[in-house]
């Protein structure tokens, strides 16, 4: 099993970045693929981003490809969510998630999650 705990979320104008960070402990953290997701209020949760166990490959959803870059340091047991050019769309929960082995966009593959941190985007 893996633990996760993220950080970094808070309210940033259009146009700002973030940079969300997401701590695993537990288990060797180069075992797992690393994802992120947002969820709105009252929608599904959405992939965002995820990036292989060596970090070699990375995949995007289309609308942040360009200004979000998922980036790993497997020394330090942490993923990173790096958030550029952000939009009020960007607006979400955003959480980390773990999966053994071979990457995916879909959340219900990942059986490990994170507690979620806030992003808003807003002037």
């Known amino acids: 099993q893996v633990q996760l705990v993220e950080s970094g979320g808070g309210l940033v104008q259009p146009g700002g970045s973030l940079r969300l960070s997401c701590v695993g402990s537990g288990e060797s953290f180069s075992l797992y693929a690393m994802g992120w997701f947002r969820q709105r209020p009252g929608q599904e949760r959405e992939f965002v981003a995820t990036?292989?166990?060596?970090?070699?490959?990375?995949y995007y959803l289309g609308s942040v490809k360009g200004r979000f870059t998922i980036s790993r340091d497997n020394a330090k047991n942490t993923v990173y969510l790096q958030m550029n050019s952000l939009k009020p769309e960007d607006t979400a929960g955003y959480y980390c998630?773990?999966?053994?082995?071979?990457?995916?966009?879909?959340?219900?593959?990942?059986?490990?999650w994170g507690q979620g941190t806030q992003v808003t985007v807003s002037s």
């Open positions: 990036i292989s166990r060596a970090g070699r490959n990375t």
């Open positions: 998630a773990a999966k053994p082995y071979a990457v995916t966009i879909f959340h219900c593959e990942y059986p490990y």
